[in-house]
């Protein structure tokens, strides 16, 4: 079984000052990770993965999360928010199933909210 | 390159109604998901499909609830006698057939609303 963990569930940080949201994870077996956004009213986007190799990965705007094995972590952060960044952001893990797909557990969330 | 799409956006219904929501995946994926999420929630794992066979099913899926996928295109899921709790939003996902991980990809959700 795994799990996810997102402690903060709402982050709020004014624009242009750095942001970390936090996500840890457990799990018996080796995992993927994720990092989705949602903003309002709107289905979840990709925002960046780890799967292998590097353990730091990057999103096309400027978002980057580490993946930390020993602490079982894998915090999402930005040097500089931009009001855009306003949506909630979810920490997912993934690990093969006994009938071989990969099953996807999903954090709660965290509402990140950047003011002006 | 179309994305996951879901019909309808949302749906009003009372409680007692049946409804049925549809996901048309991405062309060529031949995995899909179904989630539920609830308000101040994470997306939880309700069904998955393998081209047109269902192979897993959570245990948030009550007898209420059935899923298919005729054709391993679109799916349907369905909920019959819908009560207050099945208020949420629907997701649908897809991901392509590879050998190792793979990342799914979400459509925009169907909102229900059981009155």
């Known amino acids: 079984a795994q799990s996810v963990t997102q402690l903060d569930s709402q982050v709020p940080v004014f624009e242009e000052a750095p942001v970390e949201l936090r996500c840890n994870y457990s799990?018996?077996?080796?995992?993927?990770l994720f990092w989705y956004v949602q903003y309002p009213n709107q289905g979840l986007q990709l925002l960046l993965k780890?799967?292998?190799?590097?353990?730091l990965v990057e999103s096309i705007n400027g978002f980057e999360a580490e993946f930390n094995k020993s602490q079982t972590s894998f915090h999402l952060r930005k040097p500089s928010v931009h009001i855009s960044d306003t949506a909630e952001y979810f920490c997912?893990?993934?690990?093969?199933?006994?009938?071989?797909?990969?099953?996807?557990?999903f954090g709660t969330g965290t509402k990140l909210q950047v003011i002006p | 390159d179309t994305g996951v799409s879901q019909d309808p956006r949302h749906k009003i219904t009372k409680r007692g109604q049946n409804v049925t929501f549809r996901c048309d995946p991405i062309?060529?994926?031949?995995?899909l998901y179904w989630y539920r999420q609830t308000l101040g929630q994470g997306p939880e794992f309700l069904t998955y499909?393998?081209?047109?066979?269902?192979?897993?099913k959570s245990r948030l899926l009550s007898d209420r609830f059935s899923a298919e996928r005729p054709k391993g295109s679109f799916s349907t899921l369905e909920i019959q006698r819908t009560e207050q709790g099945d208020s949420a939003m629907y997701l649908c996902?897809?991901?392509?057939?590879?050998?190792?991980?793979?990342?799914?990809?979400f459509g925009p959700g169907t909102r229900l609303t059981v009155l």
């Open positions: 780890y799967l292998s190799g590097s353990t």
């Open positions: 499909f393998q081209n047109e066979a269902q192979l897993e």
């Open positions: 996902a897809s991901s392509p057939r590879l050998a190792g991980p793979d990342t799914q990809y």
């Open positions: 799990s018996s077996v080796s995992v993927y």
């Open positions: 997912a893990v993934s690990a093969f199933s006994s009938g071989g797909y990969q099953k996807v557990t």
């Open positions: 062309s060529e994926h031949n995995r």
